[in-house]
């Protein structure tokens, strides 16, 4: 294992300031050969940082997303493996301090403390995950979760299943048993194109329930992890900003290059305010009413998306087609980013939260 590259120390993306040796203490797994690319060793990645990342809302929010945004400067399908993982192990952690037995559900799951997790929460049209009892009292999932990314990659996955037909429930279950059948598609996107986002089919698969129907959807950190993805998002888009930072910066570069930088750059800097803000709230969460917290993270989202768009359009426009078809890199980032973005259903979200402000 290596340690901090120099580039990571001299380019922080914390959303507070920090000192180099906090820094290298952040990411003492190190970054590995392959990163994001070679999906094995990203995914034993992910879960040694796993192993020494913060858990949101007890004090170190802000250092937790900041290793997401760091992650995703490096890599943003990097990112896109650890942000799962680790909202994961934020959830067990919400269930062991709501008094859930999660020791007992690990167990039924098989899952040790090297399990790489996702969280398979989506539905789709046409296709449904139940769950129900067996005469043992034990549960069974059956049917067709959609959406569920790396399934066949990863170890287990947290899992909502209906155990009614108004309400889920969420299961730890291991993706190694016998009746689970990830599907190898289709997914044809160009961005993000290594971490496939399939269904999934379930045949009478064991698995452990986390807490009664409906914790996972009312428990108080449900919204927490959304914007920790936001998170991920901006720290992606940085690279984007810095390539605008250095065309300006060029020999007979004109005025329209300097505002493409600064352009970006202030966009960034305000959703960089904004997350550190949330990170606070996040951290005071014991003082701020649910809702209230819920609506918070719909104008992280917002602010944050709004503001990573902004960068892709100024980079297109300032960068032109050249790096695009050139520069393996910088296309790959752009197409990442761009779907990865898509998890915010840009009018519809912001509808909703204008619905949510006006109650």
């Known amino acids: 294992m290596t340690g901090v590259p120099q ?51 007890v004090g170190e929010t802000a250092r937790l997303w900041a290793m997401l945004a760091e992650a995703a400067r490096i890599d943003v399908g990097a ?30 799951a098989e899952a040790d403390e090297d399990a790489s997790w996702g969280v398979f929460a989506a539905e789709g049209a046409g296709l ?27 170890s287990h996955a947290l899992i909502t299943a209906w155990v009614s037909p ?24 160009r961005g993000l194109s290594q971490v496939v986002s399939a269904p999934v089919a379930f045949e009478m698969v064991r698995a452990a329930p986390i807490g009664e129907p409906g914790w996972y959807l009312s428990r108080p950190g ?22 605008l930072l250095t065309a300006a910066a060029r ?26 803000e949330a990170a606070d ?18 104008r992280a989202r917002a602010a944050t998306v709004d503001a990573v768009e902004r960068v892709l359009e100024l980079a297109d426009h300032a960068l032109g087609p050249g790096p695009l078809t050139t520069d393996e890199d910088h296309a790959r980032r752009v ?4 779907i990865y973005v898509r998890q915010h259903h840009a009018e519809r979200d912001i509808a909703r939260l204008g619905q949510r402000v006006l109650r």
């Open 251 to 276: 020999d007979g570069a004109d005025q329209l290059a300097g505002y493409y930088a600064g352009a970006a750059d202030s966009a960034l800097w305000a959703a960089r305010a904004v997350l550190s």
């Open 128 to 154: 449904s995950l139940h769950a129900s009892q067996d005469r043992g009292g034990g549960w069974l999932l059956n049917g067709v979760k959609p959406w569920c990314s790396l399934a066949g990659r990863l």
């Open 281 to 298: 709230a996040v951290d005071a969460a014991v003082d701020t009413p649910d809702d209230d917290i819920v609506t918070i993270a719909s």
């Open 79 to 108: 990112a896109r493996v650890l942000e799962p993982h680790l909202d994961a192990l934020a959830i067990l952690a919400q269930a062991r301090d709501a008094g859930i037995d999660t020791a007992a559900a690990l167990h039924a």
């Open 222 to 243: 449900f919204a927490w992890g959304g914007i920790g993805v936001a998170a991920v998002w901006w720290g992606g888009s940085v690279p984007l900003r810095d390539a």
């Open 166 to 189: 108004d309400t889920r429930g969420l299961f730890a279950v291991s993706l190694r048993a016998s009746g689970v059948a990830p599907h190898v598609g289709p997914w044809v996107s």
């Open 335 to 338: 197409a990442d980013l761009r």
């Open 7 to 57: 580039r990571l120390q001299t380019v922080p993306l914390s959303l507070r300031p920090t000192t180099r040796r906090q820094r290298e203490a952040t990411w003492s797994s190190g970054v590995v050969p392959g990163l994001g690319t070679d999906l094995a060793a990203t995914v034993d990645w992910a879960v040694r940082v796993g192993h020494e990342a913060p858990l949101p809302g």
